[in-house]
């Protein structure tokens, strides 16, 4: 069986574009001016986790690899903002995955490494202090990234109590965002009876499209919501490198200086890419960042 209108869905260019399309740099000025004003939190692009949903026909050669705790089930990990609109979802990682080894394989973790995520990030004061990384509230089970802002597990003083209680209720809309998800569409809430794996990604990236596009309806309604905010436009075309055709008349030794370059290039890519990598998880950076943030946030 075959979920060919959730599939139809899905693949409507219109509606992905409009409804699963990634944040533009507009879209990230304007989230991250809604949560500074709800959240009284700077920089926040919105809350990141994975939540599971169970899937009951699972084939007996995959329950090894899907079977969590004690049923078969796929992970589907989500940013939400407080508007409840999902900006960012990634489903089909099997049940045995915690979440990270989920982010470990995640597209968000992916685009923070080879460079995409960081065309969205523009500069915002935190207690006096220039960032210039775009952040994501999370749980404690993440590690400490730059663009990471966890709870204090152990805190000490009450500006660190008053923080940690501050970051884990504003980090409940990704929770939210979910219980309304799966309550708006039961069949995610209850066991997934379909066999085919493909059947339940295109169900469950159905089920987000439809709840954004009630979220718009009742952002655009709602007086106190800015209905600016997902008036935004479909995502920039993606821009091909253009390779150079080799002319098959060149001589050996041009051909070699090719490939040498070409060696050199990857070198340079592989640099700038354990660059990048070793920006995100600078934990002095993280821990710079949580230090300002427990300040002002407290403030």
């Not at 050669?61 to 990990?77: D, N, P, T």
């Not at 685009?111 to 210039?132: C, K, N, T």
């Not at 309550?183 to 499209?209: E, G, N, Q, T």
Request: charged share 25%; hydrophobic share 40%.
């Amino acid at each position: 069986m075959c979920f060919e209108p959730h599939k139809g869905i899905v693949c409507c260019r219109a509606l992905a574009n409009q409804y699963l399309q990634k944040p533009t740099k507009s879209d990230a000025r304007n989230i991250v001016a809604m949560h500074e004003r709800v959240h009284k939190i700077p920089g926040m692009m919105g809350s990141l986790d994975v939540t599971k949903v169970h899937w009951k026909n699972c084939p007996t050669a995959w329950k090894g690899q899907f079977r969590g705790e004690k049923v078969a089930s796929i992970g589907l990990e989500a940013v939400v903002d407080n508007n409840l609109w999902f900006w960012h979802a990634a489903f089909g990682f099997p049940g045995t995955l915690n979440d990270i080894s989920v982010w470990e394989r995640s597209s968000l973790y992916e685009s923070m490494i080879d460079g995409a995520h960081g065309e969205l990030d523009f500069e915002f004061l935190v207690g006096g202090e220039v960032f210039d990384k775009l952040i994501y509230l999370v749980d404690g089970i993440y590690p400490p990234l730059t663009r990471f802002l966890s709870s204090e597990s152990d805190p000490h003083t009450k500006l660190a109590y008053s923080f940690a209680q501050d970051q884990e209720a504003h980090r409940k809309d990704v929770e939210r965002g979910f219980g309304v998800l799966k309550l708006k569409f039961l069949a995610l809430m209850h066991p997934i009876h379909l066999h085919r794996k493909d059947d339940i990604y295109y169900m469950v990236l159905a089920s987000i499209l439809m709840h954004n596009m009630m979220v718009e309806a009742r952002v655009e309604n709602d007086e106190e919501e800015s209905a600016y905010l997902y008036n935004t436009l479909s995502a920039t075309e993606a821009q091909t490198p253009g390779g150079q055709p080799v002319d098959d008349s060149e001589e050996m030794d041009e051909l070699i200086t090719e490939a040498q370059e070409d060696v050199l290039d990857r070198d340079h890519k592989h640099q700038i890419v354990m660059k990048r990598w070793a920006s995100l998880y600078d934990r002095d950076g993280a821990q710079k960042l949580k230090k300002a943030m427990i300040v002002t946030c407290t403030a």
